[in-house]
C-alpha cells in the first residue's frame, strides 16, 4: 500500500517562507512522479508542482512559480516543497500525491499565512 506524509506545515506570516517535506513508505518511491496538490477549505483541490521520477523536471502552477520549488530525494524516499514569498492565499492544506488530481494523496499538512 501507498502511503505518502506530509509535515512541515504552520503559521507564517506574509513573505515568509516553509519548506514541507513529503516522506515514503516503502513502496518503489523513486519509479513515481510526485504532485504536490493543497486545497484551501470548501474548494476542491489545486495543483502546486509536480516532479519527474529522476527529478529532472519540474513544473508548477502559474500561481506559484518563482515562489515554490519541488525537489526530491529518491534515496530518503522523501520530497520537498518549499514555499517562498507566501501569500494569503497560499493558505491551505497540502498533500503529497501520485497524480495531479491528488486522488492517491496521503496525509497533508496545514499552512496558515497570517500576520
Known amino acids: 500500500e501507498v502511503q505518502l506524509v506530509a509535515s512541515g506545515g504552520g503559521l507564517v506570516q506574509p513573505g515568509g517562507s516553509l519548506t514541507l517535506s513529503c516522506a515514503a513508505n516503502?513502496?518503489?518511491?523513486?519509479?513515481?512522479?510526485i504532485y504536490w496538490v493543497r486545497q484551501h477549505p470548501g474548494q476542491g483541490f489545486e495543483w502546486v508542482c509536480d516532479?519527474?521520477?529522476?527529478?529532472?523536471?519540474?513544473d508548477c502552477a502559474d500561481s506559484v512559480k518563482g515562489r515554490f520549488t519541488i525537489s526530491r530525494n529518491n534515496a530518503q524516499k522523501t520530497a520537498y516543497l518549499k514555499l517562498n514569498g507566501l501569500k494569503t492565499e497560499d493558505a491551505g492544506m497540502y498533500y503529497c500525491?501520485?497524480?495531479?488530481?491528488?486522488?492517491?494523496r496521503g496525509q497533508g499538512t496545514q499552512v496558515t499565512v497570517s500576520s
Open positions: 516503502n513502496f518503489g518511491f523513486g519509479y513515481f512522479a
Open positions: 516532479i519527474n521520477n529522476e527529478g529532472t523536471k519540474t
Open positions: 500525491a501520485l497524480d495531479k488530481s491528488g486522488s492517491t
